[in-house]
């Protein structure tokens, strides 16, 4: 049957009694199945691991610069882990470490959560924060209406000065 109408006669499952076959053509069966494969591929995440390291000591600035990358890395849609290395005399004052990390939670807000709370490890500290998918999304959608409001204001902002202007009379400059 299959050579008469031109096409593949495709063993399907192999395993069942009496084995299961078809009647195919097997290269665009295959050429399908690639197809769906690269979809699946595309269509998937790569979620990684990020780590951002802080020190007790940290500086404001640095705080700040390592903040702004951890919350880039977060809205890329990564895990980051934020460890916190303790040397010597510091390994005495794990509150200090603990405050820096309650900061960072702090700053990232909304837009993470806590994945594992903070733990000691041997001479560091660390946890894990993964992003909260509902709540960026709530951002983004209070960031595009705010943007729209702005919008709307400054159309209807340059209208009124312009009949103020016109309505204010001119001084002649004789002072």
Same mark, same amino acid.
């Given at each position: 049957m299959a050579r008469g109408l031109e096409l593949d006669l495709v063993e399907v499952a192999p395993m069942a009694t009496p084995p299961v076959c078809r009647i195919m053509d097997y290269g665009k069966f295959r050429y399908e199945e690639a197809q769906k494969a690269k979809e699946a591929r595309r269509k998937s995440s790569n979620v990684s691991i990020k780590e951002v390291k802080f020190r007790p000591k940290i500086g404001k600035g640095d705080f700040d610069t390592k903040m702004r990358h951890? !919350? +880039?890395?977060?809205e890329e849609g990564h895990k980051v882990k934020v460890t916190l290395q303790f040397r010597g005399r510091e390994m005495a004052h794990p +509150?200090? @470490?603990?405050?820096?990390? %309650? %900061? !960072?939670? +702090?700053? !990232? @807000?909304?837009i993470a959560k806590v994945e594992n709370q903070a733990r000691m490890e041997g001479r560091s500290m660390s946890l894990v924060l993964s992003p909260d998918k509902k709540a960026q999304e709530a951002l983004q959608k209070a960031a595009a209406e705010a943007e729209k409001k702005a919008a709307r204001e400054a159309a209807a902002a340059p209208a009124a000065t312009d009949a103020t202007e016109t309505a204010t009379p001119e001084s002649s400059g004789d002072e």
């Amino acid at each position: 049957m299959a050579r008469g109408l031109e096409l593949d006669l495709v063993e399907v499952a192999p395993m069942a009694t009496p084995p299961v076959c078809r009647i195919m053509d097997y290269g665009k069966f295959r050429y399908e199945e690639a197809q769906k494969a690269k979809e699946a591929r595309r269509k998937s995440s790569n979620v990684s691991i990020k780590e951002v390291k802080f020190r007790p000591k940290i500086g404001k600035g640095d705080f700040d610069t390592k903040m702004r990358h951890l !919350v +880039e890395f977060i809205e890329e849609g990564h895990k980051v882990k934020v460890t916190l290395q303790f040397r010597g005399r510091e390994m005495a004052h794990p +509150e200090l @470490g603990r405050k820096i990390l %309650d %900061d !960072v939670i +702090e700053q !990232v @807000g909304p837009i993470a959560k806590v994945e594992n709370q903070a733990r000691m490890e041997g001479r560091s500290m660390s946890l894990v924060l993964s992003p909260d998918k509902k709540a960026q999304e709530a951002l983004q959608k209070a960031a595009a209406e705010a943007e729209k409001k702005a919008a709307r204001e400054a159309a209807a902002a340059p209208a009124a000065t312009d009949a103020t202007e016109t309505a204010t009379p001119e001084s002649s400059g004789d002072e």
